[in-house]
């Protein structure tokens, strides 16, 4: 599966676990930084790792320090859904019933053995595409694209 990675200072060093782990899953990998755990601010790798699953990657894995504002940030972005998952259920469930995306994980909320777990479960898994499943993700899409009209016209204002 190819993946794109990225995160702040604060998830650096589980990104360097988990980008070893995946690789050695046979998983391609794209990292968008950060490189260093010199501070850096979550929305611009946000922003990366969603353009990169916008532009061809299957998923996106980002970390930051509770995943919390990483998550804000990235479901900003139209065609994002972004789960913040600290447990395996929420990992699987988020792709089966919502078609999530990107995952996003907290360094400092969770350890490296189940960050790998999480994203293993995560890339297993797969949109079940139920009738109900469609129908609620349709009605998400549907709100995006209301908002996103939305803020279209009032930026030409």
């Not at 089966?96 to 890339?123: M, Q, W, Y």
Request: glycine fraction near 12%; hydrophobic fraction near 40%.
């Amino acid at each position: 599966m190819r993946i794109t990675i990225g995160s702040d200072h604060a998830g650096f060093e589980l990104k360097q676990i988990l980008i070893a782990h995946l690789r050695a899953g046979g998983h391609q990998l794209t990292d968008v930084g950060t490189n260093s755990t010199a501070p850096v601010d979550y929305p611009d790798f946000a922003e990366k790792v969603a353009l990169g699953v916008l532009g061809g990657s299957d998923r996106g894995i980002l970390i930051c320090g509770s995943g919390v504002g990483a998550s804000v940030a990235a479901n900003k972005i139209p065609g994002i859904r972004a789960g913040l998952c600290h447990d395996g259920y929420s990992a699987h469930q988020g792709v089966e019933h919502d078609d999530v995306n990107v995952l996003v994980l907290g360094s400092r909320v969770i350890g490296p053995e189940l960050a790998k777990d999480l994203c293993t479960t995560f890339l297993n898994a797969r949109f079940t595409a139920e009738e109900r499943h469609q129908r609620r993700l349709a009605k998400v899409l549907e709100i995006e694209h209301r908002y996103a009209l939305a803020t279209t016209a009032k930026e030409k204002q």
